[in-house]
């Protein structure tokens, strides 16, 4: 196959300073939880872009200095950095890609947990994260080490390999657009006051760096033209604007977004693709330089509407590539049907922010391509004889049908309903989530073309079909149900008086079984769950209140970049919402809730309540299938049985993805003795490693 020709445009190598990309497919500088921790999988995972046909692989974020410690991203305070960074920059350039890396400070964005330093910041000020701290104000001498540290950095990243270095003035995290921020910004020396002083410093960290690498490198500036907050802040029709105007022709790209990271980042639930176009487009206008830009783009058509608008020279995404790393040469290739769409859920940056190595939705391989050694398009032929047979087709189930297709096993994937996708599909019908749906609909679209697997809606696996279906290999992905006796994070026993009104659980209100009047939801899950239950019932009447023993409203969302957004809206639904608040009895027309600190009672009128707890594994047919002992499961020519996904352990909709591709790659889900991937050890000779104070004998200390 080969690509329509309105993608041509798409494959046109752009010329960016002194190098070129081979296309206009940039992966924008975005984490993954691995950074210097995980070295060989941050390095790996990039590679695999590279290969996916990427023109250009940026670095997430690459601290210059232990003044400004961001902990757990990439860091390149001195030469000492370069070895594992000259890999990842290797790996890239393997398949023809250029490598950009973030240099960045952040300022009073951090604070300094591993390095102990004070913040610095443009003015003295309270440190942004909640662990005690004031960021002392830089003095002129500050800020002449500053643009020393940042200049040997792009030294440095230039030994390291890298072809574009990234100016990070983005997101309110850094010290060039603090500089730039009134708010930030309380100056009254030449970095201070008027516009032009306090875009001082971003121009010249810019000429900095390009003096100091620009002949073989160049220099982007990756820049927030509006941070939505009004004329507060830096606006694209007002400072932004005036910023990309006044240094247009400075830097060899431009590198565009809004401000702040949760605006930038915004998930598939509040905003569509493409929804940063309105603040961006203006750039194109006032420079002659490329300029990339992000959106969340997913669609081949709407990537190269961005270029021939004259939107973008440049197609930026994050989320789509991690989605599908291969993403660039499925549409080169012609096969636009098989790009796995991100579904904007930003379950990768929840798990960077938590400090993990990151994960996604659709995507299970990702963050596994050197600890296990996944890919995402290739698996290994089938090595065993088995026939296999899935009892489930949601999440887990469909990803383990068709990762065994494509392995070439023989699979017959049985869904007791008419409908196929479990939990993927019930959820994709609440508000917002509709994107929930391609998990569904990508798998499907790749089991059709697999004639090794049967699949069998409409029919429920027992005992007898098992035995029957001379299938040696047996998963059970039956999936999950939620509880309806409140039992969960905070309520470890049933609540009691559940039974004076009418109690519906998230299962009820999918199935189409909704209340009426006054309900209250208890919220002990903490994810958007509660939170699409309540817009839901708003919008079909309700009055709705919610409570949660949590101090935030869906609380897990803070990971997920969504929580204020997610407040703001129950705030402007509810008729009452109540954090710390856990159920304490249920009388007719009334809850009483009680204070998680003191007790007190607070009294909340209902006429149902929604419990959205917890949930409990549907794992009767397993638990049956192992009771009939090996004997006459071997007498059926069935060597295994196991549990995949949420009917091994309920989760969010990546785990169960991932779960099912486990299976696949392995056919078992069990825990063994053994490490199931690689780590990345420090190997330390004691006494060579550490040091010896005052002749102090060994064991002393």
């Known amino acids: 196959m080969s690509r329509p020709a309105r993608y041509d445009a798409l494959f046109e190598p752009v010329r960016i300073g002194p190098v070129t990309a081979k296309n206009r497919f940039y992966q924008v500088p975005h984490c993954n939880g691995m950074g210097r921790a995980f070295p060989s999988s941050m390095a790996a995972m990039r590679k695999v872009?590279?290969?996916?046909?990427?023109?250009?692989?940026?670095?997430?974020?690459?601290?210059?200095?232990?003044?400004?410690?961001?902990?757990?991203?990439?860091?390149?305070?001195?030469?000492?950095?370069?070895?594992?960074?000259?890999?990842?920059?290797?790996?890239?350039?393997?398949?023809?890609?250029?490598?950009?890396?973030?240099?960045?400070?952040?300022?009073?964005?951090?604070?300094?947990?591993?390095?102990?330093?004070?913040?610095?910041?443009?003015?003295?000020?309270?440190?942004?994260?909640?662990?005690?701290?004031?960021?002392?104000?830089?003095?002129?001498?500050?800020?002449?080490?500053?643009?020393?540290?940042?200049?040997?950095?792009?030294?440095?990243?230039?030994?390291?390999?890298?072809?574009?270095?990234?100016?990070?003035?983005?997101?309110?995290?850094?010290?060039?657009?603090?500089?730039?921020?009134?708010?930030?910004?309380?100056?009254?020396?030449?970095?201070?006051?008027?516009?032009?002083?306090?875009?001082?410093?971003?121009?010249?960290?810019?000429?900095?760096?390009?003096?100091?690498?620009?002949?073989?490198?160049?220099?982007?500036?990756?820049?927030?033209?509006?941070?939505?907050?009004?004329?507060?802040?830096?606006?694209?029709?007002?400072?932004?604007?005036?910023?990309?105007?006044?240094?247009?022709?400075?830097?060899?790209?431009?590198?565009?977004?809004?401000?702040?990271?949760?605006?930038?980042?915004?998930?598939?639930?509040?905003?569509?693709?493409?929804?940063?176009?309105?603040?961006?487009?203006?750039?194109?206008?006032?420079?002659?330089?490329?300029?990339?830009?992000?959106?969340?783009?997913?669609?081949?058509?709407?990537?190269?509407?961005?270029?021939?608008?004259?939107?973008?020279?440049?197609?930026?995404?994050?989320?789509?590539?991690?989605?599908?790393?291969?993403?660039?040469?499925?549409?080169?290739?012609?096969?636009?049907?098989?790009?796995?769409?991100?579904?904007?859920?930003?379950?990768?940056?929840?798990?960077?922010?938590?400090?993990?190595?990151?994960?996604?939705?659709?995507?299970?391989?990702?963050?596994?391509?050197?600890?296990?050694?996944?890919?995402?398009?290739?698996?290994?032929?089938?090595?065993?004889?088995?026939?296999?047979?899935?009892?489930?087709?949601?999440?887990?189930?469909?990803?383990a049908a068709r990762a065994l297709g494509q392995r070439g096993y023989e699979v017959i994937l049985a869904e007791r309903g008419r409908e196929l996708g479990g939990r993927v599909t019930r959820e994709s019908r609440l508000p917002g989530l509709a994107t929930y749906g391609r998990v569904r609909d990508w798998r499907l679209r790749q089991l059709k073309s697999m004639p090794s697997v049967r699949i069998l809606p409409g029919n429920e696996v027992d005992r007898e079909l098992v035995l029957e279906a001379e299938c040696s290999v047996v998963a059970v992905a039956t999936g999950a149900v939620w509880r309806r006796d409140g039992v969960g994070r905070h309520h470890l026993a049933p609540v009691p008086d559940l039974t004076a009104m009418p109690v519906y659980t998230p299962d009820d209100i999918m199935d189409g079984r909704l209340p009426r009047g006054r309900v209250l939801i208890f919220d002990d899950d903490h994810y958007y769950m509660a939170t699409v239950i309540a817009e839901l019932l708003a919008k079909n009447g309700c009055e709705v209140s919610l409570a949660t023993p949590e101090s935030l409203l869906a609380a897990f969302t803070q990971f997920t970049a969504e929580q204020k957004r997610v407040g703001r809206r129950l705030m402007e639904l509810c008729a009452s919402t109540h954090a710390l608040s856990a159920l304490s009895r249920v009388e007719p027309g009334a809850v009483h809730l009680a204070c998680t600190y003191t007790g007190r009672e607070t009294v909340v009128e209902a006429d149902a309540i929604v419990l959205v707890t917890s949930m409990l594994p549907r794992d009767a047919l397993f638990h049956e299938l192992q009771g009939l002992g090996q004997n006459t499961l071997a007498a059926a020519g069935v060597r295994r049985v196991v549990r995949v996904g949420d009917c091994l352990g309920p989760g969010i909709i990546a785990a169960a993805v991932h779960s099912g591709h486990l299976f696949a790659r392995e056919l078992d889900t069990g825990l063994s003795d053994h490490t199931p991937y690689r780590r990345e050890n420090v190997e330390l000779d004691w006494d060579q490693a550490m040091p010896n104070p005052a002749g102090m004998a060994r064991g002393e200390m």
């Open 49 to 399: 872009k590279a290969e996916g046909g990427w023109g250009v692989v940026c670095t997430e974020q690459c601290d210059i200095h232990y003044s400004g410690n961001h902990q757990r991203e990439l860091r390149l305070w001195d030469g000492k950095d370069i070895p594992y960074l000259a890999k990842a920059t290797d790996l890239i350039h393997e398949h023809g890609a250029l490598a950009g890396v973030e240099l960045a400070h952040n300022g009073a964005h951090v604070s300094n947990l591993e390095s102990r330093a004070v913040p610095i910041a443009p003015s003295a000020t309270a440190t942004r994260d909640l662990f005690p701290g004031t960021a002392r104000a830089m003095d002129k001498s500050d800020i002449r080490a500053f643009r020393r540290w940042h200049r040997d950095a792009a030294l440095n990243a230039r030994r390291a390999g890298f072809d574009i270095v990234n100016v990070y003035a983005g997101h309110d995290m850094t010290l060039p657009i603090n500089f730039l921020s009134r708010r930030r910004n309380q100056r009254t020396d030449e970095y201070g006051g008027s516009l032009e002083n306090r875009a001082r410093l971003l121009r010249e960290l810019i000429e900095d760096a390009k003096e100091a690498v620009g002949d073989t490198c160049a220099v982007a500036v990756r820049f927030s033209v509006d941070e939505l907050i009004g004329e507060k802040g830096i606006t694209a029709k007002g400072e932004g604007h005036d910023v990309v105007e006044m240094l247009a022709e400075l830097p060899d790209l431009w590198d565009v977004n809004i401000s702040n990271f949760d605006n930038d980042g915004a998930t598939a639930r509040f905003s569509d693709e493409g929804y940063q176009e309105e603040y961006v487009k203006f750039v194109k206008s006032v420079t002659t330089k490329p300029v990339v830009g992000v959106g969340r783009f997913t669609s081949p058509d709407t990537m190269a509407a961005m270029v021939r608008n004259g939107t973008l020279d440049l197609i930026g995404a994050a989320r789509p590539s991690i989605a599908d790393p291969f993403l660039p040469r499925k549409i080169e290739e012609g096969r636009v049907d098989d790009i796995r769409e991100c579904v904007g859920c930003n379950v990768c940056v929840a798990w960077d922010r938590a400090g993990a190595p990151f994960r996604c939705t659709q995507n299970p391989t990702t963050g596994e391509e050197w600890r296990r050694g996944w890919h995402p398009e290739r698996i290994a032929v089938r090595d065993t004889a088995d026939k296999v047979l899935i009892a489930g087709g949601g999440p887990a189930g469909l990803e």
